[in-house]
């Protein structure tokens, strides 16, 4: 049984988008790896820091003479949204997010709030109550902004959130806002060190509501609970 000292009472659920409630890795890096190739990248260099950041950010990171990072990544966004083959769910994700309260959790990525939609929509997952997207904050992940504004639109602040992420880029941003962080190893091709509980996906995560109606998140192997408050 968990003791009282590992239970954590909490507000709101905020997660990550790509590689923490669905895989975009295989379409991401197929339309990625063409513009890095044209622009006589290494590729296979180049698609390890594409994850977690927006793409203008990506770009502009880059340097690259005559490139206008804000056109090019609008280009790349327009064929993100237009290409979706290979876009799942990340295993047992749908129902998790269909467990929760609708008006205590969130979606927060650094994708741009149209592709962030249609990538939800290819996954077959539920339309989140709030959506934060990458216009909507002025500094992307790692700085806390956006799981900031997701606490304080769902009308808590991050100390009383969990953030469930996958990216060292979305961990950091979460941490700097004060927030639990949960990480999702689904997606990821080495062990990422990280002083935060973690599961490889949503079977690992047991949800119970208590006999008052709040709700219990417990994941598999962890020596943390989240009681979730409703109502």
């Avoid at 590992?6 to 890096?29: K, P, Q, R, Y």
């Avoid at 269909?98 to 650094?110: C, H």
Wanted: charged share 20%; net charge negative; aromatic share 4%.
């Amino acid at each position: 049984m968990t003791s009282e000292a590992e239970i954590h009472s909490i507000d709101a659920v905020l997660l990550d988008m790509d590689g923490t409630i669905l895989n975009s890795i295989a379409t991401a890096e197929r339309i990625w790896g063409r513009w890095a190739a044209g622009q006589g990248l290494d590729v296979d260099a180049f698609l390890k820091t594409i994850h977690g950041v927006q793409s203008v950010e990506t770009i502009r990171r880059l340097g690259l003479p005559g490139v206008d990072p804000v056109t090019e990544a609008a280009r790349i966004t327009q064929a993100e949204i237009d290409d979706v083959d290979g876009i799942e769910a990340i295993a047992g994700s749908a129902a998790f997010l269909s467990s929760l309260p609708g008006a205590q959790w969130a979606v927060v990525t650094s994708a741009p709030r149209a592709l962030a939609q249609r990538r939800i929509a290819a996954a077959g997952l539920p339309n989140p109550p709030i959506l934060i997207a990458a216009e909507d904050v002025e500094h992307g992940k790692p700085a806390p902004d956006c799981f900031l504004l997701a606490a304080r639109q769902l009308g808590t602040t991050a100390e009383r959130c969990l953030v469930l992420e996958d990216s060292a880029a979305g961990i950091l941003a979460a941490e700097r806002a004060g927030a639990l962080v949960l990480v999702i190893t689904a997606t990821h091709t080495h062990t990422v060190e990280t002083p935060h509980p973690a599961i490889r996906d949503y079977s690992a995560l047991q949800v119970e509501a208590a006999d008052d109606g709040e709700l219990w998140i417990r994941p598999d192997g962890a020596s943390q609970s989240y009681r979730l408050r409703t109502g």
